[in-house]
């Protein structure tokens, strides 16, 4: 049976900090930024949004009523969590009106965590051919200002529909999982903002890439010669070219060039977005798709990594039509139709916090954001 990812769409919120600007302001040159870590624009949200508005508003790009109706489970993949106790994925199950007798649960692995919920999706749909998945990646990305990790803050959603016969890509029944526990990055209950040891989290990445796809080549007997591209979690956009160059050292010049030039598609929007935690590996997918020039039947090799450690390489194989199914132009709108902000208002939205201890009423444009807080419970608006 064939079961992958029939539609995908994401979501960002309408702001966004030039890293120019953000250079500038933190007296760093402006090349560490756009060269360094590559990354151009970042996306930043008002207290009115979290992360079930980013996953209703990305959900409701790809679901008709019949996709209500046929979705029985709804996973929510986070590590920004809304509740200690309560999912932000039985909310999400409401706000989009997906009929009641359907499971629906939050996944908690770091950035790995969208990954499991679309590995989990994938095994209940071979038991259940008939039911659809609604699997939702969803994040912020915040450290702190002027902290070191600053300019690898984002915010945003990306949802899939995962289904038998799927029209966009084929998983196959190929994955290689690592499990490590090493504390390169974390956030104990209790803290805003993760701790971070940069240089122990770059190195960890890139060997959970070494030693994950070294295991799949034994077990598969591939090479990266059988892929036309590959997607990578994408905490910066330069991570995954450090990991990918490496595995790229042995290969021919023609499988280095055609695979380098994929991952440049792939980083596209990502560049303007910045982090999306469980849901970088999925924007980076979506941007590989929209803009990376491939054809039905072409092998995709896919890395996702969650910091603690999770890692995780599979394969999804490119569906005939698949390109009628995306939606290009409704992503790039949104991206271009985004307010650029002064530092000085990124920093007064960055500090004005939501107070879920205090009942007030809120106003948003967005589609789907938060309109009260009443006795520590948030209201959404809704369609």
Known sequence: MNVGIDKISFFVPPYYVDMTDLALAREVDPNKFHIGIGQDKM???KKTQDI????????????????????????????????ESKASAVVLHRLLGI???????????????????LQYAVAHIKTHPESKVLVVASDIAKYGLASGGEPT???????????????????????????????????PVGHDYPMVDGQLSNETYIQAFQKVWKEYQHCYNKSIADFHALAFHIPYTKMG??????????ESSEAQERILTKYEASILYSRQVGNLYTGSLY???????????????????????????????????????????????LHQTQLADRKVLSIAEYEEMFNDILD??????????????IASISNTVRAYKEN
């Open 153 to 187: 803050q984002g915010a945003g959603a990306v949802a899939m529909l995962v289904s038998a016969d799927p029209r966009i890509l084929q998983l196959n029944d190929d994955s290689v999982a690592l499990t490590q526990d090493i504390y390169d990055f974390w956030r």
């Open 99 to 117: 009929q009641s007798f359907a499971r629906a649960f939050e996944i908690k692995e770091a950035c790995y965590a969208g990954t499991a919920a």
């Open 43 to 45: 996306a930043v949200n």
């Open 241 to 250: 070219k450090k990991a990918l160059l490496a595995a790229l050292e042995d």
């Open 283 to 329: 924007l980076g997918l979506i941007s590989l798709l929209e803009n990376g020039q491939l054809n039905a039947g072409e092998l995709i090799g896919l890395f996702s990594y969650g910091s603690g450690t999770v890692a995780e390489f599979f394969s999804g194989t490119l569906v005939e039509g698949y390109q009628a199914q995306l939606l290009t132009d």
């Open 356 to 369: 879920t201890n205090v009942d007030s009423e809120y106003e948003d444009s967005l589609l789907y954001s």
């Open 52 to 83: 079930v508005t980013f996953a209703a508003n990305a959900a409701k790009n790809i679901l008709t009523d019949k996709d209500k109706k046929q979705i029985d489970m709804v996973i929510v993949g986070t590590e920004s969590g809304i509740d």
